[in-house]
């Protein structure tokens, strides 16, 4: 059955919910472990370095196997650079959010979370789109 004209094709409506999935579990590992080290003492952008970092590596694994199965770049250094390269523009965006939030604002843990939301939702589009174009392509050439 063709599809209509002007809706997305099923398997990119597939692809976008699982990554959708993927970064809902991405993002509760990153905020767990974000509130555990603030809580601890460790400084913002630290805090908030190590745990993006832990949803950027669960994300890698999550999104190559189960959203984009497996597909990907010829030369794995390559998908994981471009991943890497990716995920630190991201970094950029949520680190600001949250040194932000904390100056103009306040450094309540509401407010912290509610800047890493606000910034994980303005990178989400953006990562789909080059996960899919650049790091996991249907037909890889590198």
């Known amino acids: 059955m ?3 004209a002007g809706t997305l094709p099923r398997q990119t409506k597939r692809q976008a919910i699982l990554f959708g999935a993927v970064s809902i579990v991405t993002t509760a590992l990153d905020f767990g472990v974000f509130n555990v080290l603030v809580q601890v003492g460790t400084s913002l952008l630290i805090a908030n370095t190590i745990s993006y970092s832990a949803g950027i590596a669960a994300s890698y694994l999550l999104n190559k196997r189960w959203t984009f199965q497996g597909g990907g770049r010829d030369k794995i250094h390559h998908e994981i650079a471009l991943f890497v390269l990716i995920n630190i523009g991201g970094l950029w965006v949520n680190n600001l959010g949250v040194y932000a939030a904390a100056h103009l604002f306040s450094d309540s843990v509401l407010v912290l979370n509610l800047a890493k939301l ?3 939702a303005a990178t989400w589009v953006l990562k789909y ?3 899919k174009r650049w ?4 037909a890889a050439s590198d």
């Not at 790091?135 to 249907?138: E, R, S």
């Open 2 to 4: 063709a599809e209509e």
């Open 129 to 131: 789109v080059t996960f």
């Open 118 to 120: 606000a910034a994980g």
């Open 135 to 138: 790091v996991y392509p249907a």
